[in-house]
């Protein structure tokens, strides 16, 4: 049986992350469940929904999840640093695997991950130009130089829109 579960969420950064991880471990304790990560949202500033199903028998038939929230800054290239420094230092943990990067509010990022160990990428905010033709050079030409950059040696695998100004493309390695 699936269910959804809402965890209303805090104005301040360590609140929501509080938050939402007790809820994560409530639920675990409370239930034998399969987590529904790919549906694990932030559907607005005020609530962070959990989905998972329901099963019969004992333990989790899943790896458990938490969440890491980051605030983020004015500045997208701090922000963009303060984000992929967090990715940097949960990979380095060793036993957790990332899910997925939400943006929930102005300044808050939330990454998903679950404890098992993995992977986590890293991320450019780019701008998202009015125009298409310049727009469409001006991404073509980074994407280029970032493929060609010895150093980055990472590919985009994801992305999504931070504002009407600005998106978040995620890349991992290849």
């Given at each position: 049986?699936k269910?959804?579960?809402?965890?209303?969420?805090?104005s301040?950064?360590?609140?929501?992350?509080?938050d939402i991880?007790k809820?994560?471990?409530?639920?675990e304790?409370?239930?034998?469940?399969e987590?529904l990560t790919n549906?694990i949202k932030a559907p607005?500033?005020s609530?962070?929904?959990?989905?998972?199903?329901?099963?019969?028998?004992?333990?989790?038939?899943?790896?458990?999840?938490g969440?890491?929230?980051i605030?983020?800054?004015q500045?997208?290239?701090?922000?963009e640093?303060?984000?992929?420094?967090?990715?940097?230092?949960?990979?380095?943990?060793?036993?957790k695997s990332f899910?997925?990067l939400?943006?929930?509010a102005?300044?808050?990022?939330i990454?998903l991950?679950?404890?098992?160990s993995g992977?986590?990428?890293?991320?450019k905010?780019?701008?998202?130009?009015?125009?298409?033709?310049?727009?469409s050079?001006?991404?073509?030409?980074?994407l280029?130089?970032?493929?060609e950059?010895?150093?980055?040696?990472?590919?985009?695998?994801?992305s999504?829109?931070?504002?009407k100004t600005s998106?978040?493309?995620?890349?991992?390695?290849?």
């Amino acid at each position: 049986m699936k269910q959804v579960y809402y965890v209303p969420m805090s104005s301040r950064e360590k609140h929501i992350e509080d938050d939402i991880n007790k809820a994560i471990s409530t639920l675990e304790r409370a239930y034998n469940l399969e987590w529904l990560t790919n549906l694990i949202k932030a559907p607005d500033d005020s609530k962070f929904m959990l989905i998972f199903e329901r099963e019969d028998g004992t333990g989790s038939s899943t790896p458990s999840i938490g969440v890491k929230v980051i605030q983020g800054s004015q500045n997208k290239i701090t922000t963009e640093d303060m984000i992929n420094n967090t990715m940097k230092q949960l990979e380095l943990d060793g036993d957790k695997s990332f899910i997925s990067l939400l943006h929930p509010a102005e300044f808050v990022y939330i990454i998903l991950f679950e404890y098992k160990s993995g992977k986590f990428p890293r991320i450019k905010i780019v701008p998202n130009p009015t125009d298409p033709k310049q727009g469409s050079k001006q991404l073509s030409m980074l994407l280029n130089i970032l493929d060609e950059d010895e150093e980055w040696d990472l590919q985009p695998f994801d992305s999504f829109m931070l504002d009407k100004t600005s998106m978040i493309i995620l890349f991992d390695e290849e």
